[in-house]
């Protein structure tokens, strides 16, 4: 049976990668299972100067789900360049992509330049829809003009291929697909959290201290496929599908919508072995459904 | 980390709104007190992280306050119920930096993990006195089982219902010389952040506290539970959850 998948170039010997932010610099999860049955990592969104984030609490439990306004907390650039990617490449074979994220034109040149060139990265995943930072991320990332701009910067610097995160909080993703495309993206990753709120009612405040945050886990799962397939119909380049993926049923899913590789997020907080179990899963369920090859289902539908 | 599959041994309310719940299975990973458990429940997305109270042969006791759905669901689990359950997480507390009188201080539902912590502290011939905070009688909790470990037991609460009037650090001050004075050159803590802020304060000795934080994995990868401390920004979860006291930067909120 064939899992194998590749994503501008980049050969991955299965299509699971757990999402940005769900899984660290990867080496946190060294101990947990061997890293290296992994198609690829998505690693925590890096930014040029080390970040904090916003103060806790920062977590919020929903129905099926859950709210996170980390905030970018990361190390910085160089950090994740001299340190965390070196340590990882170590222990791990595996595609490497590095997610950068950005409050500038200039600091996205910066990041994504630097991450490009460490000979560990392979695939640049620009990130221009964090709803957790103020005047970051998601500015960018809602209107097509600012994110064809940051795509074009990104492609410029970058010899590896890059991807473009795009945010489920717009009016129509199809445009801001198509213009990063146009722009010269190699590729999409969709979706990233959406913008919620909880309160708790008890001391009548927000229960995240930033008062919203970042929606994510199974309930998302129809609204992720849904904008997955219309960028997919509307799209030639691949795309990695994110957004409450939880099982190797729901990997077929995506990528019969349109995903050539699925990340997997929120469910690695809840299960540590979530990645582990899907991909032991995957063959059985190709079986099942008489998949021999998983290209064969890519965009199917 | 281990996943694990307990089985509830037992499960009773023993203090206004707390309850303890004595797990039975493979207790290998937890290697010492201040460390928590991370327990998966039916209907809830995130799993809930509990600190180990006590620990025996094959037996792990959580002691737990119901505040929210996930601790409410707990309290209605019976005897046999399969849990899964993350465990050995956290960093917990150093009973060997303590040379040879140790002071506890516990509020509320953080006095769960002092019970282990007492008993290896005993067990390294450790002079233990505990001083407990709580609302209002009725809500202490633990003080039998520490003082059948041989510990010296002290109990504040807010409206003066039971021990003295006032918080922790007030039988500090009320206590602080005379023939029955606390003697100690270490402490541990365990409570809501103003109590560990004004400890931290109260006491001039070395020392380390458990802090809480709202968790999302509980082991390290989401970065969601992070603190300030001198050494930059540490994870509750994985880093800590005990920080020895000058290395936390307090935050004004």
Redesign the interface.
Known sequence: MAIEVNLCGVRLRNPIIPASGTFGFGLEMKDVYDLNLLGGISLKGTTREARFGNECPRIAECPDGMINSVGLQNPGIEVFVNEKLPALRKIYSGAIIANISGFSEDEYRECCEKAAQAPEVDILEVNISCPNVHGGGLAFGTSAKAAAGITRIAREVSSKPVFIKLSPNVTDIVEIARACEDAGADGLTLINTLLGMRIDIVRRRPVVANRYGGFSGRAVFPIALRMVNQVARACKVPLMGCGGVATAEDVVEMMMAGATAVQVGAENLRDPYACKRIIEDLPGVMSRLGIKDINEIIGIV | ?K?VYLTVKSNEPIAAGTWKMVLEGDTSAVTGSGQFVNI?LPG????RPISVCDLSEGLLTLVYKVVG??TDAMSAMAPGTRLDI?TGLGNGFDASACESSALLLGGGVGTAPLVLLTRELRSRGKSVTVLLGFNRAGEEMLAAELEALGARVEIATLDGSKGTRGFVTDILHQKADGPDAIRYDYFYACGPMPMLKAVCGAIDAPGEMSLE?????G??????????TVN??RRVC?DGPVFKKEDLIW?S?
């Open positions: 980390m996943q998966a809830l997305f995130l799993r759905k996930g993350l934080e709202r968790m999302g994995c082991f390290g990868i989401c970065y969601g539970c992070s603190c300030h930059g920004p994985a935050q909120k």
